[in-house]
């Protein structure tokens, strides 16, 4: 059966994309490819205004998985064995605690929510699983951050165009790493109504069996002054250690 060439330059680009969470230039595409920079060049505007692939526009424009391509792939990891594994027992966390529960992965220099679990009454919330947020003010994404490797995570942090949503938002990278330092030191993050004025949400990594944070839960909920929430850091921080031994990782979390 004869292949259509120019669909399986399509899937090399993407497979190759794929692997490069810091992003990867045009130029690097063709080398790595050995592919005439006109031909890769139609191929990834078209995978771009697709929303398959997404462009970072700096000086030379750099190449990430976009997030048509994560909500495809969303589909997909429904029916993986990970999600069977964490389902129940984020629903179980989620009645346990009387919150919404979040599982999230990294989109660059962003946050894809993958998994929502409510509660019997659950409050309203803007995020739905495909929902993309800003990682520096989620968190999902300071958790995932804390936890990423330093190369990966300079990359992510030259990138980031901070924008403020409140009057909390983290502003700048300085306070950013001051914040991913924090995390690191108690093992959960906030997002202390950063994105919303109204939403108070506390987060903690999740890792894999290679040892890499794959992700991250969070809780959320309506700010309460009254509420100890770094009481519940301290439990959402043992339920993804617990995930984290789930899916096969014997690392200390």
Excluded: W
Excluded at 80 to 90: A, E, G, R, Y
Excluded at 164 to 191: M, P, Q
Aim: hydrophobic letters at 35%; proline letters at 3%.
């Amino acid at each position: 059966m004869k292949l259509n060439r120019t669909t399986l330059r399509t899937v090399e680009i993407l497979k190759l994309v794929s692997k490069k969470p810091d992003g990867i230039t045009l130029d690097e595409i063709c080398a790595k490819l050995d592919m005439p920079k006109t031909s890769a060049y139609d191929i990834v505007t078209t995978l771009v205004q697709t929303g398959m692939i997404h462009v970072a526009r700096e000086q030379k424009q750099r190449y990430t998985i976009g997030l048509t391509a994560y909500r495809i792939g969303i589909n997909y990891t429904n029916n993986l064995d990970f999600i069977s594994t964490i389902d129940p027992v984020l629903k179980a966390f989620s009645r346990e605690v009387g919150k919404t529960v979040f599982f999230g992965i990294r989109s660059d220099d962003s946050i894809v929510y993958i998994c929502k679990f409510e509660p019997e009454n659950p409050i309203i919330t803007t995020a739905t699983v495909g929902t993309k947020n800003p990682i520096y003010c989620t968190s999902l994404g300071k958790a995932i951050m804390a936890y990423t490797e330093d190369e990966d995570r300079d990359g992510v942090l030259s990138r980031i165009s901070f924008k403020k949503h409140t009057d909390r938002t983290i502003c700048t990278r300085e306070e950013f790493e001051r914040e991913l330092k924090s995390v690191r030191e108690k093992g959960y993050a906030f997002d202390a109504r950063e994105l919303e004025e109204h939403m108070e949400c506390v987060g903690a990594p999740v890792f894999g069996q290679d040892g890499n944070v794959m992700g991250a839960i969070s809780v959320s909920s309506l700010y309460k002054p009254t509420e100890d929430y770094d009481a519940l850091g301290r439990l959402v921080s043992d339920k993804g250690a617990q995930l984290s031994r789930l899916l096969g990782y014997i690392g200390h979390v």
